[in-house]
């Protein structure tokens, strides 16, 4: 099932930076058509919420996201996960309903992860 675009920006609890990068991201991919951007904001603008939301500027049902190491993929798995209290779209008030939330399947190498988990999610 695709991510459901959404309009985020009457988000009040969203920093002005994710706003603008959002709009940003979501006319890449309407003007061009390309599968891949890239996104530069400065330390503190909000880039692990920037990465949460971000799916919903497209049309996508699957969405990779590659951190550079195991803190930081745990924070952006944390942000993202419906069973966390204080993930990032609840900080933000993101979705009005439980519907919607994506979900969060961490992919390490190590043989950790079952490639059902990779194939079906």
């Known amino acids: 099932m695709p991510f459901e675009k959404k309009d985020i920006t009457e988000k009040s609890k969203l920093r002005r930076p994710q706003v603008?990068?959002?709009g940003?991201?979501?006319e890449h991919y309407e003007n061009k058509g390309?599968?891949?951007v890239?996104?530069?904001l400065p330390v503190g603008c909000g880039k692990s919420g920037l990465i949460s939301i971000t799916?919903?500027?497209t049309d996508s049902s699957r969405v990779l996201i590659i951190?550079?190491?195991k803190k930081i993929r745990d924070q952006l798995a944390k942000d993202m996960k419906f069973s966390e209290p204080d993930n990032f779209y609840n900080k933000c008030d993101?979705?009005?309903s439980v519907e919607g939330y994506p979900e969060v399947c961490i992919i390490e190498s190590g043989g950790?992860?079952?490639i059902h988990d990779i194939r079906s999610k």
């Open 67 to 69: 951190a550079p190491g």
């Open 55 to 57: 799916p919903y500027a």
């Open 34 to 36: 390309l599968n891949e």
């Open 94 to 96: 993101f979705f009005d």
């Open 20 to 22: 603008v990068a959002f």
């Open 24 to 26: 940003k991201i979501r």
């Open 112 to 114: 950790k992860t079952n």
């Open 38 to 40: 890239g996104i530069i």
